[in-house]
């Protein structure tokens, strides 16, 4: 049984550009979330997506995005890319919408802006 | 809003020697608490979780945490550390019904030999 994946699992971009970050869930799971970790720090939330729709979002601007697909696949969208974007980028899947079910995280983008 | 500090953000502990990563956190409803580990390079992965059931909960690995409402802590132990164990571990509150985790700044757990 597949995980979490996430793809890809490096990229450099230069500032102003945009990226497109793309996770699948654990099989079974149907939530996604995305959640920004910079260097020495902990994770942030980013936003959630259930049912295609966004559920949550946590402090992050506009410029970032996001898209569930009916296969409950997910895509994170940044614009404008600033040098402070740079962080590894994780996904994490569960089941539906209780609190206390476990979050599974994938591996991670690292995305490196210059 | 809920919060959550570590203390320290770095141990270092000798091999077979106790570990014990501190965690408090900030909630003015009953919280659902969290221990996650990070190894390089890795995402991240659940230790154990404290749902409001007992009171000491035991995870994987060989680790435990007690919640203490009182002290508002939900420390991280482990009797006997192993090389194996060195990694980053965050400790992370959540509630409401879209579940956002908040996590705390991490604590590098170094193990010497």
């Known amino acids: 049984d597949a995980g979490v994946t996430q793809s890809p699992t490096h990229l450099i971009k230069t500032r102003g550009q945009q990226v497109t970050l793309r996770c699948s869930p654990k099989s079974g799971h149907d939530t996604v979330s995305w959640y920004q970790q910079a260097l020495g720090q902990g994770p942030q939330f980013i936003f959630q997506?259930?049912?295609?729709?966004?559920?949550q979002r946590g402090n992050f601007p506009d410029r970032f995005s996001g898209h569930q697909f009916p296969n409950y696949s997910s895509e994170l969208n940044v614009n404008a890319l600033l040098l402070g974007d740079s962080a590894l980028y994780l996904c994490?899947?569960?089941?539906?919408?209780?609190?206390?079910?476990?979050?599974?995280f994938g591996q991670g983008t690292r995305l490196t802006v210059v | 809003a809920q919060s959550v500090t570590q203390l320290g953000s770095h141990v270092s502990v000798s091999e077979g020697a106790l570990v014990l990563l501190r965690c408090n956190y900030s909630s003015s409803v009953p919280p659902y608490l969290f221990w996650y580990v990070q190894y390089p390079n890795q995402g991240l992965q659940l230790l154990l979780k404290?749902?409001?059931?007992?009171?000491l909960v035991k995870g994987i690995n060989g680790f435990e945490a007690e919640f203490k409402k009182s002290e508002t802590s939900f420390h991280l132990t482990k009797p006997s550390a192993h090389m194996s164990d060195a990694a980053e571990y965050f400790c992370a509150v959540s509630l409401g019904r879209a579940q956002k985790l908040v996590f705390g700044q991490g604590t590098r757990l170094t193990i010497n030999p």
């Open positions: 404290y749902t409001s059931a007992a009171t």
């Open positions: 997506y259930y049912e295609e729709e966004e559920r």
């Open positions: 994490a899947s569960r089941t539906g919408v209780r609190v206390n079910t476990e979050a599974f």
